[in-house]
C-alpha cells in the first residue's frame, strides 16, 4: 500500500522532525533543514507546530557568521512523563522518564521462577507502577504512556502476549489485565523491537539508515531498522535469530525445536555447556542464573580454563550467528545488548567481531560495525519509547493529523 | 533521509502506478485508486502524464453498472524492447521482451567450467545480444536497456562484480567491459535481486508487503522484499542466505568458508552428499551438474533409495534454512525458484514445508506461504526488470520528474 495522501506526509514530516529534534538537540531550523532533507518552508511550518503543542521549545539563540542569530529547538522536559518497563524472564525494571526520555527514578524487582505465572506478574507491575509514581512524586497525570517490553512474541494491538517460551505463556491478553486496574495507556512490545527502536531514536541508529540490535540474555533475538524504520515483519515477530537452528538435532531449546541459537547463548546455555564441561563446577552452585553468569565472566577474566573454555564456545556460536545476521541484512550497524551480550562485549568483543569475520562474506563484513550498546536501560529506554510514539501519533495533544 | 519533497512524491506515485498497472492490467482509474491508496485526482493526472509518455494505452472501454464505460488502461507492448540475460555458472539465458514484459525470444548457451573467465564471458555476452536482436529482427533503437543478473556480490552503480565465488571472479567491471562494445544502456545486479523483483512487478510479491525469494541452483541466496520494496542492504549484498553457516567446521565453501548452506544445497553440494553415501553412483558420471541433478531427481522419485536419501537430507538443510529466514524476516510468502529449486520443489514441496515448520516458530511459519515460482524466465525476467526500472526513472522518455 503507498501512503502518500498529504495527511500522511504530514504526520510522517512531524513524526521525523521531532525524531531528529530528539536525536540532536539543541538543533537548529537550518541544521534541521540539513539532516531532514526537507526543505525550509516544510520544516519551518512543521516547527510551528510543534512549538504550539508545547513539545518542542526554543531554547536558546545560537550566533551564525554573519547573519542572525539562530533560534535553537529543544523538547520540553516537563511536557509530560514517560514510563517503562522491561520485563525480563529474572527481573523487572520500572523506569520513569521525563519527556526527553531522560532517567528519572528506576525501580527493579528480581523475578524468581515461581512467580512467573500471568496473574502474579500483573499484580507486580500494577504495585511497582504506583510504587515508582509516589516514589517519584510524579502526579499520575503526567504519564502520557507506559511502555512494557515483554519475552517472546507479541501481537502489539490487542497487546498480547502470544508466546513467551521460556515462561510456557500463551495468548495472555496482558494489557486488558493491565487496563482493568491501571488507568493509563499501555503500549505491549518485545526487548528485541524495543531495542531497535531505542537505538533508532536515541542510539546507533540516529542518522544511518539499517541496523540490527542484537539482545542476549535468558532469551536471545534481534530488532532490525531498514530504512530508518523498525522492521516489524508480517505479524511483529521479525528479527527471531534465537531460535535460528545452529546445530542439526542438537540441545533441546524452550521453544520446543532442536539445536536453537538460544539453547547455546542464552544464559541458561550457556551454562549448560559448563555443566557439560564440568559438571561439578562450583559456578553452577550460586543463587540464580544472574549470579552464576557474573561469576563465569569473572573467572574466565581471572583465566580459568573451563570458564575461559565456556566463553570460547560461546563467542564462537554468537559469532556465526552474528555473521548470518551480517551476510542477510547487511547493516552498517550492529549493536550487541542485553544483560549477557554487555557482559561478554565489554570483556570479549574482540573475540565476537573475529568470529564474526571469520564467517561472513568479506562485503558485508566490511560495511559493518560490531559495537556494545551505549544506551543505559536500552530495553526500558525502547518501551518508552513506544509510549512516546504513540503519544505522538494520537491526537489532541500529539502529532496525528485530524 | 527523508524522501519527501514534492517531486520525491511525484516520481514516487509515477512509478508505483505504473507498477500497478503492471501488476493489474487491464485496469481502469477507478480500480488503480482502490489498489493504490492514492487520490482519485493523483490518479487521473499520473494518468494523463503516462498517456502523454506512451507508455501507457487506453486499450478499451468497460461497462459500469449505471455509469459511463470506464477507459481501461495497459501498457503499450510496443513502446520499445528489453533485454533480460541470466548468466548462470552453468548456462548463460537470453530473453528479449516486449514493452509488457512479454517474452519474444530467448537464446541460451550452456557455460562450460573452462569459458568462464570475463574476457570470455564478455564476449560470449555481446556475440549473443547481436544475435538475438538478429533473430528476433529487433533494432537496436528499439532496445531501451539491458538488465544482466550474474551470481555473487555486484556494485550496482560501477556495474562491477565484486566476487563471484564460485568462479573465483574479483572486481570485475563488468558493465564497463560491456558498454565499450555494446552501445545501450546496462543494468548490473545479481540472481537473487533480479529473483525478487520480477516477484515484486509481476509474480507473488504483487499487492504485499514482505517476501522472500530463495534461488537454488549452483549458489545459493535469497533476495528480500520488505514494504513493497527490494531491500538491498548497505551494499547491495543483503540475501546472501547461501552462506549461512549449517553446520559448524563443515565442509569447504566456495566462499572460503565452511559449512554453509551453499556447500550442502546447492548442485555441486547436493553431488557432494551422493559422493558420500554412494562414491560409485553412476549419477555421478553424467557431462555436468545440470544433468546430473536431473538424474538424480529422476531416480529418487523412481524410488531408488540412495537418491532418495540425498533428496531427503537436501530438503532437510533447505528446510531449516528456511525456517531461520522464516524466523528473522517473518514474510507473507516465500518463493522457492532457480533451476534445482524448481526441481526440487516440483517433486517434495510438502517436504520442505514440513521441514521448514519443524524448525520455524508456530506463528510467523503460520503466517507464511511456502510456494514454488510460477514465473516463466523469472531470474532473466528480474534483469530485464532492473532495465525498466533504470528506463522509467530516467527522462526524458521515462517518468523522471526534472
Not at 542518522?207 to 536471545?220: E, H, K, R, Y
Not at 568479506?362 to 526500558?380: D, F, Y
Request: aromatic content about 6%.
Amino acid at each position: 500500500m503507498i501512503k502518500h495522501t498529504t495527511s500522511d506526509i504530514r504526520r510522517s514530516n512531524r513524526l521525523a522532525i521531532l525524531q531528529h529534534i530528539y536525536a540532536s538537540a539543541p538543533i537548529s531550523r537550518q541544521e534541521l533543514t540539513v539532516s531532514s532533507s526537507l526543505s525550509q518552508a516544510t520544516v519551518a511550518n512543521v516547527v510551528t507546530d510543534l512549538l504550539g503543542t508545547g513539545i518542542v521549545v526554543e531554547s536558546g539563540y545560537r550566533h551564525s557568521q554573519g547573519g542572525r542569530p539562530r533560534a535553537i529547538l529543544g523538547i520540553n522536559a516537563a511536557h509530560g512523563a514517560l514510563i517503562g518497563v522491561d520485563v525480563a524472564e529474572t527481573y523487572i525494571r520500572y523506569v520513569l522518564f521525563d519527556f526527553q526520555l531522560l532517567h528519572k527514578t528506576t525501580i527493579e524487582h528480581a523475578l524468581p521462577p515461581e512467580a512467573n505465572q500471568p496473574a502474579q506478574i500483573v499484580d507486580c507491575l500494577v504495585c511497582s507502577l504506583n510504587e515508582l509514581l509516589q516514589t517519584s512524586g510524579t502526579p499520575r497525570a503526567k504519564v502520557v504512556g507506559v511502555g512494557i517490553s515483554i519475552p517472546g512474541l507479541v501481537e502489539r494491538a490487542g497487546g498480547v502476549s502470544v508466546f513467551a517460551p521460556n515462561w510456557a505463556w500463551h495468548d495472555v491478553p496482558l494489557a486488558a489485565l493491565l487496563k482493568a486496574q491501571i488507568d493509563l495507556p499501555i503500549y505491549l512490545d518485545n526487548p528485541l523491537k524495543a531495542s531497535a527502536i531505542a537505538e533508532q531514536w536515541f542510539g546507533a541508529g540516529r542518522g544511518i539508515q539499517n541496523l540490527v540490535a542484537v539482545t542476549l540474555g535468558t532469551g536471545v533475538g534481534a530488532g532490525v531498522m531498514i530504512n530508518g524504520a523498525l522492521y516489524r515483519g508480517t505479524t511483529n515477530s521479525a528479527g527471531e535469530w534465537g531460535h535460528t537452528t545452529v546445530v542439526l538435532d542438537g540441545r533441546p531449546c524452550s521453544c520446543g525445536n532442536y539445536g536453537c541459537l538460544e539453547a547455546y547463548v542464552g544464559a541458561p546455555g550457556i551454562l549448560q555447556t559448563l555443566a557439560e564441561l564440568a559438571p561439578g563446577s562450583a559456578l553452577l552452585h550460586y543463587r540464580d542464573q544472574t549470579a552464576s553468569i557474573t561469576a563465569l565472566v569473572a573467572a574466565a577474566r581471572q583465566g580459568d580454563p573451563i570458564a575461559n573454555e565456556v566463553i570460547q564456545r560461546t563467542t564462537r556460536y554468537v559469532g556465526v550467528a552474528l555473521a548470518s545476521l551480517i551476510n542477510l541484512f547487511n547493516p552498517q550497524v550492529v549493536v550487541i545488548g542485553g544483560w549477557v551480550g554487555l557482559q561478554l562485549g565489554h570483556a570479549w568483543l574482540p573475540e565476537l567481531r573475529a568470529s564474526a569475520a571469520r564467517h561472513a562474506l568479506a562485503r558485508p563484513m566490511n560495511a559493518t560495525t560490531i559495537q556494545l550498546c551505549q544506551l543505559p536501560n536500552q530495553i526500558s529506554m525502547g518501551a518508552a519509547t513506544f509510549a512516546l510514539e504513540g503519544f505522538l501519533l494520537s491526537g489532541p495533544t500529539g502529532v496525528g493529523v485530524h
